[in-house]
């Protein structure tokens, strides 16, 4: 009888949630990216004004607003026009998820204002309707961390 290909590699044990598996450590990626994860899962657990209140010590309370309307703009437009829904791990892990590592690096060529990158890496998480948006939206949150001085001190 034929044996069923996945199956034969499966011993059993759970598996992670796709894209919640974890990938690395937080700690292993760039201040912007590191920031970008932190304020993701801090807009999952407390919403938007509490992304603008973490960033206003780090910019003037305008420029803070307005990264984390860029936040809670990406956030939305990857939880409604995302392949799957975006997964995350808790506030405080160290771990760094498959879909985090995915946004962290959005940010991060948002934050150099490589936009072809940021499409790319849009693309492959989002439907293409939504992806020129995103690539935008990663721009200005990116360069509002880096306004923020993010990249040149740690995370």
């Not at 991060?108 to 998480?125: D, N, P, S, T």
């Amino acid at each position: 009888m034929p044996r069923d290909f996945p199956d034969d590699f499966h011993d059993g044990t759970p598996r992670p949630p796709q894209g919640g598996a974890p990938v690395g450590r937080i700690d292993d990626l760039s201040p912007i990216e590191a920031r970008a994860v932190r304020l993701l899962r801090l807009w999952c657990d407390a919403g938007r004004a509490s992304v603008a209140a973490r960033l206003t010590p780090d910019l003037d309370p305008g420029p803070a607003e307005a990264a984390a309307q860029a936040l809670d703009a990406l956030a939305r437009l990857c939880g409604t026009h995302g392949r799957r829904p975006l997964m995350r791990h808790a506030a405080e892990c160290a771990c760094l998820g498959a879909d985090e590592a995915w946004f962290a690096r959005l940010v991060g060529h948002g934050a150099e204002a490589a936009h072809e990158e940021a499409l790319m890496l849009a693309l492959a998480f989002l439907r293409v309707d939504a992806a020129f948006d995103a690539a935008h939206l990663a721009e200005a949150l990116g360069l509002g961390l880096r306004r923020a001085g993010i990249s040149r001190r740690l995370h």
